[in-house]
């Protein structure tokens, strides 16, 4: 079945998560390009900064809500729907996440990074389908490339990305044998530049740190906005697609990898400024919010080939052959 999405200027976004890294990267991005958007996170005083900083009037909206309460999403649909009729595509960016050994992490820290990736994305999928079932539009579920390859110290956060990598295909499936014209993409970013390891509350004796190579938030929200408007199942960020195969066809050779590499690569050595993180409500914006990017201290890179090539074949192609014309035409110079 064809499914055909709106250009960004002519959508309403909802954005979760919105207050800080892909998803505030995402949200400056639709605005720049038309779209109206809805700006979702816990953190009230972040939001109404960003709306400001965006300078884009009635075509912001800011909703503070968490998203792992059912109740709340429902009151960003209302709004949303009373702010501007309906809404176009709806991403399910929020999350939460936790560092440390599986034994030393509490339990009540386990359930709160599901109650937030996990149960956020369903209440929000199924907020999203029920709205969009008969006008059509996009859902865009962010996974990871731990949706496939779990990192040590992180088993609550590879689990929830694991369950929204099953619950987005089986959704989606569904969707096609209905024949409703919904496009479900999971954006599969690999590591980011992003506030992400303030945010997150850490067990850890050192600060936490991605293994690079290490992306900026604006090469995911290109992603994102893309699949916004061409209908995808799938998009990878980067490495994320190689490591996500090497995990499902050669296990064995991942596990020694993160076992002889990665475990002792995320413990950077450095202080943690914010152990508590702001994986609880009660720490939300101890931590800071309010930018997109975070302080990587390696190369950050501000593109992915891959992605790039997956996403604008066409594009991609008359590159590569301009690139090797060019490359033909020097040689053939140097050969006079």
Excluded: C
Excluded at 39 to 49: G, T, W
Excluded at 101 to 122: L, Y
Excluded at 209 to 238: K, M, T
């Amino acid at each position: 079945m064809h499914i055909s999405l709106k250009p960004l200027r002519e959508q309403v976004v909802v954005i979760t998560g919105a207050s800080s890294g892909i998803g505030l990267a995402t949200a400056r991005m639709a605005v720049e390009r038309g779209a109206r958007v809805v700006l979702v996170a816990r953190n009230e005083e972040a939001l109404q900064d960003i709306k400001q900083q965006l300078n884009a009037g009635e075509r912001v909206l800011h909703v503070q809500a968490d998203v792992g309460d059912r109740g709340q999403l429902e009151r960003v649909a209302s709004e949303t729907i009373a702010q501007f009729g309906g809404f176009d595509t709806w991403i399910n960016n929020a999350g939460s996440s936790v560092w440390g050994r599986f034994d030393q992490v509490k339990d009540e820290d386990h359930h709160q990074v599901m109650q937030t990736n996990f149960w956020g994305t369903h209440y929000g999928s199924s907020i999203a389908v029920k709205h969009l079932r008969d006008k059509g539009g996009a859902l865009i579920n962010i996974g990871s490339v731990e949706s496939a390859n779990a990192l040590p110290f992180h088993s609550s956060y590879s689990a929830s990305k694991h369950a929204i990598k099953a619950m987005t295909d089986v959704l989606r499936v569904e969707l096609q044998k209905s024949r409703t014209p919904v496009s479900v993409t999971l954006v599969r970013p690999s590591s980011t530049d992003t506030q992400f390891m303030d945010h997150s509350k850490n067990y850890l004796p050192s600060a936490p740190v991605f293994p690079p190579p290490v992306y900026a938030p604006e090469v995911v929200a290109r992603a994102i906005l893309n699949a916004a408007e061409h209908p995808q199942r799938d998009v990878y960020i980067g490495n994320a697609k190689l490591l996500s195969k090497l995990a499902q066809n050669a296990p064995r050779l991942a596990d020694w990898i993160n076992r002889t590499f990665v475990y002792d690569a995320i413990q950077s050595g450095r202080p943690d400024q914010h152990p508590r993180g702001a994986l609880h409500d009660s720490d939300v914006g101890a931590a800071g919010d309010g930018k997109a990017s975070g302080n990587y201290p390696g190369m950050v890179l501000k593109r992915s080939l891959y992605t790039q090539a997956t996403q604008h074949p066409l594009a991609t192609t008359a590159a590569v052959a301009v690139g090797a014309a060019a490359l033909v035409a020097l040689l053939g110079r140097r050969g006079r």
